[in-house]
T-cell receptor
Framework: AQTVTQSQPEMSVQEAETVTLSCTYDTSESDYYLFWYKQPPSRQMILVIRQEAYKQQNATENRFSVNFQKAAKSFSLKISDSQLGDAAMYFCAYRAPSANSKLTFGKGITLSVRP | GAVVSQHPSRVICKSGTSVKIECRSLDFQATTMFWYRQFPKQSLMLMATSNEGSKATYEQGVEKDKFLINHASLTLSTLTVTSAHPEDSSFYIC???????????????FGPGTRLLVL
């Protein structure tokens, strides 16, 4: 069974600085998808970034980028120029390649941003 | 983007009553929707996978007779909590699978959640 591990329960970053959130996973599949979701205090889950395992290039979305290390099964999220609105709970998630597969979530990490 | 709505956003009910939560995909069709439960400061726990036109697939430990799921159309799935008790109080979230233009592939988009309080 696939597992997703987020070992840091909380992190803090100074506004305008850069922070990296860690995530590791375990799977026997060679093709799969990885995601980072953000859940602000409103509790609405928001897709931050998506990575296909077959792509070597790391995904980027504006201030958000990932460091995808397939051999190490590591998928970290880097937030550059942190903003107060980035404060939220962040979840790393894995999905198998078959259509309509479920997501396997990590436990999440609470990110606080200091003004 | 893909928009998923949930109704109601918040519901308070008496113990023993049933509560229905609706999940709608507003601008796309979803053959598969998912229902999650989340406790404060914790991760999402998948309850069941809802497939249009067929029976839902429940995760181990989830009582299918208590949490009834119906996916009658490509844009609507419902979760009914039957004979609700205080321990059913939680935050319930649905998601739907969307294939968006631009080759972004299959992605799950989430509803805003429903806060259920059983007195």
């Amino acid at each position: 069974a696939q597992t997703v591990t987020q070992s840091q329960p909380e992190m803090s970053v100074q506004e305008a600085e850069t922070v990296t959130l860690s995530c590791t996973y375990d799977t026997s599949e060679s093709d799969y998808y990885l995601f980072w979701y953000k859940q602000p205090p409103s509790r609405q889950m928001i897709l931050v970034i998506r990575q296909e395992a077959y792509k070597q290039q790391n995904a980027t979305e504006n201030r958000f980028s990932v460091n995808f290390q397939k051999a190490a099964k590591s998928f970290s999220l880097k937030i550059s120029d942190s903003q107060l609105g980035d404060a939220a709970m962040y979840f790393c998630a894995y999905r198998a390649p078959s259509a309509n597969s479920k997501l396997t979530f990590g436990k999440g990490i609470t990110l606080s941003v200091r003004p | 983007g893909a928009v998923v709505s949930q109704h109601p956003s918040r519901v308070i009910c008496k113990s023993g009553t049933s509560v229905k939560i609706e999940c709608r995909s507003l601008d796309f069709q979803a053959t598969t929707m998912f229902w999650y439960r989340q406790f404060p400061k914790q991760s999402l726990m998948l309850m069941a996978t809802s497939n249009e036109g067929s029976k839902a697939t429940y995760e181990q430990g989830v009582e299918k007779d208590k949490f009834l799921i119906n996916h009658a159309s490509l844009t609507l799935s419902t979760l009914t909590v039957t004979s609700a008790h205080p321990e059913d109080s939680s935050f319930y979230i649905c998601s739907a699978t969307a294939y968006l233009a631009g080759g972004t592939g299959e992605t799950q988009y989430f509803g805003p959640g429903t806060r259920l309080l059983v007195l």
